[in-house]
T-cell receptor
């Protein structure tokens, strides 16, 4: 079974802090993705990566960056957290379809 | 503009009856469609998929139908069970390993 692990289930941070969300997959997948899920808006793609050190912007990259130094790990970085980044963040990975998701990080920015 | 639309935010069905969840798309370049199920505080889990060269795919209680001319797909769950209560997301992709485009989801409640 594919395992996608997100380091924190719940996280509370303050406005202006730099926030790191970590995601690790154990299936040697090339492709990894970061989404956020908000009520009434579904899943929106923030960034994705097809390989180590490669990154592509998704639909809503503003205020975020990513890092992929190793194939199994894809980090999402909030450079200066703001209250409108309070959300559920979901990481996914795949080789071929379907994407496999982690359990999510519920992030609150106060 | 939304490329994948789930126009019903919620749906309630009696246990044992059929649940039909609908999804419309606008881009005829999509070649692969998927349904995901999501419980609260968990990540989405893959349920069933269909290629654009097919019009039906079945897996146990779950069947997905694709009508390419209408750009419409639907997920049928028969019989519905209380454990099916969740948010269901429709997703589509262009050819290759491009990212999925998701709909906004439909919350299904199966009432015992």
């Amino acid at each position: 079974d594919v395992k996608v692990t997100q380091s924190s289930r719940y996280l509370v941070k303050r406005t202006g802090e730099k926030v790191f969300l970590e995601c690790v997959q154990d299936m040697d997948h090339e492709n990894m993705f970061w989404y956020r899920q908000d009520p009434g808006l579904g899943l929106r793609l923030i960034y994705f990566s097809y390989d180590v050190k490669m990154k592509e912007k998704g639909d809503i990259p503003e205020g975020y960056s990513v890092s992929r130094e190793k194939k199994e790990r894809f980090s999402l970085i909030l450079e200066s957290a703001s209250t409108n980044q309070t959300s559920m963040y979901l990481c996914a990975s795949m080789s071929n379809q379907p994407q496999h998701f982690g359990d999510g990080t519920r992030l609150s920015i106060l | 503009d939304q490329q994948v639309k789930q126009n019903s935010p919620s749906l309630s069905v009696q246990e044992g009856r059929i649940s039909i969840l609908n999804c419309d798309y606008t881009n005829s370049m999509f070649d692969y469609f998927l349904w995901y199920k999501k419980y609260p505080a968990e990540g989405p889990t893959f349920l069933i998929s269909i290629s654009s060269i097919k019009d039906k795919n079945e897996d146990g209680r779950f069947t997905v139908f694709l009508n390419k001319s209408a750009k419409h797909l639907s997920l049928h769950i028969v019989p519905s069970q209380p454990g099916d209560s969740a948010v269901y997301f429709c997703a589509a992709r262009y050819s290759g390993n491009t990212p999925l485009v998701f709909g906004k989801g439909t919350r299904l409640s199966v009432i015992a």
